[in-house]
């Protein structure tokens, strides 16, 4: 099984551009109102296109990139390996699989605040009982994990947070599990994985045609 090598970056104002932007990712950088969004976005689109340069040979403003109705940003399929980006606060993380399709999440510590207030929304009905029965910083770790899990899984599954993350029971410790797919994707099983960074909270996904006991590899690095 191949492995998921999964770039943290930091993408604060005070960290440099590592490659430079298209045209197109500087227009979208633009459009932002808030100047640390601007930052932000336009060091993870930087490290994203230096990760893709890396793996692919290809110089990182030839990279064509393209971005779907979603935000998604994509490849032509016979030019790179599945990969997948995501950021927050001033950490991005983009993973990049071998050949199955992979989705990631990074939560930073800050986003802890207000996440019990939310269970609702993103838990099931057996998940919030889990959750009510935990002290209140482990149950606030607990749900914030629970959202990367869920998140890296729909994104690998290509349908982002419009299925119902409720439905996606993928548990709320750190331990490696697949998650039978069948009412997103018949018959598909997703890996998925919690890395605890310095920087953050991390889901990997990995979606396979069928049942799997052996989890990918994941090697973390940095620029």
């Known amino acids: 099984m191949g492995a998921i090598h999964l770039w943290v970056f930091d993408i604060s104002p005070s960290a440099p551009l590592l490659t430079a932007l298209s045209p197109a990712d500087e227009a979208r950088a633009a459009s932002l109102v808030h100047p640390q969004d601007q930052h932000r976005y336009a060091r993870s689109r930087a490290a994203l296109r230096w990760v893709l340069a890396d793996h692919t040979g290809c110089p990182p403003l030839e990279l064509p990139l393209w971005v779907d109705d979603r935000g998604k940003p994509h490849l032509p399929a016979d030019m790179a390996s599945p990969f997948n980006l995501s950021h927050s606060g001033d950490v991005a993380v983009v993973a990049v699989g071998s050949h199955r399709p992979v989705g990631v999440d990074v939560e930073t510590c800050s986003q802890q605040a207000g996440m019990l207030d939310l269970v609702e929304q993103f838990m099931s ?17 607990s749900c914030l994990r629970a959202w990367t899990r869920k998140e890296a899984v729909l994104k690998a599954l290509g349908t982002g947070l419009s299925h119902d993350a409720r439905r996606v029971e993928v548990g709320l410790s750190a331990a490696p599990m697949f998650w039978l797919a069948d009412d997103i994707r018949h018959g598909k099983h997703v890996c998925v ?16 045609e069928g049942p799997h006991t052996d989890m990918p590899h994941i090697l973390i690095r940095r620029p």
């Open 193 to 208: 994985q919690s890395i605890e960074t310095p920087e953050g909270l991390v889901a990997v996904a990995e979606v396979h």
């Open 125 to 141: 009905l057996a998940e919030q009982d889990q959750v009510k029965g935990l002290p209140t910083m482990q149950a606030t770790t």
